[in-house]
């Protein structure tokens, strides 16, 4: 058994535009790194955090990554043991790409990798989900299912948790811009209808049958016009600038679709190679840099490693 570990798991798309809440893929960048010590003294222990410009909590009892891991401890019947953790965020917070489910999952990873548990991957998911709650007020799983099994998820319910791993396109690549404006979590859910229309509840769920079934097929044109949002992507859109001068730089570009990652502000289009993923990415930025707002850029296919070991 390993006294020390260290961990990396990836940055994640959820919703893919029309599926809010039950659809997420991972992605390779970026991502979060959690090492993790045995120590003598029973308890988990938050020595350091890095990358997060003071934001993040060290106390353990309000940190998602301690939060999660001390849930997992209780499961596995090991509450006593000695954990000391250092936090290294490498993608940042508040982006729409699964910031608190990387660093979560990074630490569940590493818990049950130092402490050589055979407990199967999916059953940390309840635990993760802990950290969603304490990170944005709700127990999502769309982000932590894929930054945790990797690959395209699908979350058919929450209760009780059904998780399933999709087929994807082999040759799909995405492309990421995150501009440098704040939309907080929380603040994105509670701007969302708690009523629909009957006629935009059929139009949805037909659009994420589709995109399912897209995925199924490897039929890149039926999971383009499949991605189209009348629910969530017209509100959360206003909070994002530029959102449809994107949107249309991106699809004259050559996306096979495009819309918000998670909550935003960060955006997504995916494409049927890396080439034309990178110029979109280079293109967005330009228009965010022409409005004097900076950004992030990231080109990847889909992950299909999720979490791994880093040393």
């Not at 917070?93 to 818990?111: K, N, Y």
């Not at 994105?188 to 994420?208: C, E, F, P, S």
């Not at 022409?290 to 990231?298: F, G, K, L, V």
């Amino acid at each position: 058994m390993k006294d020390s570990i260290k961990v990396f798991a990836p940055a994640t798309v959820a919703n893919v535009v029309c599926g809010f809440d039950v659809l997420g893929f991972a992605v390779n960048e970026p991502g979060d790194e959690v090492i993790m010590r045995l120590t003598e003294k029973p308890g988990i222990h938050i020595s350091k955090i890095t990358g997060d410009n003071g934001r993040l909590p060290l106390d353990p009892k309000k940190n998602t990554v301690s939060v999660s891991v001390e849930h997992y401890l209780n499961y596995i019947g090991r509450p006593d043991v000695g954990l000391d953790i250092e936090l290294h965020k490498k993608m940042p917070i508040g982006s729409g790409l699964g910031s608190s489910s990387a660093s979560t999952v990074a630490g569940l990873f590493a818990a049950k990798a130092i402490l050589d548990d055979r407990t199967d991957l999916i059953e940390l998911l309840p635990f993760a989900r802990k950290g969603e709650e304490m990170a944005c007020g709700h127990g999502h799983a769309d982000n932590v299912a894929p930054a945790l099994l990797g690959g395209f998820v699908l979350i058919r319910s929450y209760e009780p948790l059904d998780v399933i791993k999709l087929p994807h396109p082999a040759g799909l690549y995405c492309a990421i811009v995150f501009p440098d404006v704040d939309v907080p979590t929380r603040e994105a859910r509670q701007i969302i209808r708690t009523k629909i229309l009957m006629k935009d509840a059929v139009t949805q769920w037909g659009n994420i049958a589709g995109l399912v079934s897209g995925l199924f097929l490897n039929d890149l044109d039926l999971i383009g016009r499949s991605m189209q949002d009348v629910l969530v992507e017209p509100v959360r859109s206003m909070l994002i600038p530029d959102f449809y001068k994107m949107r249309e730089i991106a699809m004259e570009t050559g996306a096979i679709s495009f819309g918000i990652s998670g909550s935003g502000p960060s955006v997504f289009s995916f494409t049927r190679d890396e080439e034309t993923a990178k110029q979109i990415a280079q293109k967005l930025q330009k228009q965010l840099a022409s409005i004097h707002i900076n950004s992030n850029a990231y080109v990847s296919p889909i992950n299909d490693e999720g979490p791994k070991i880093l040393g």
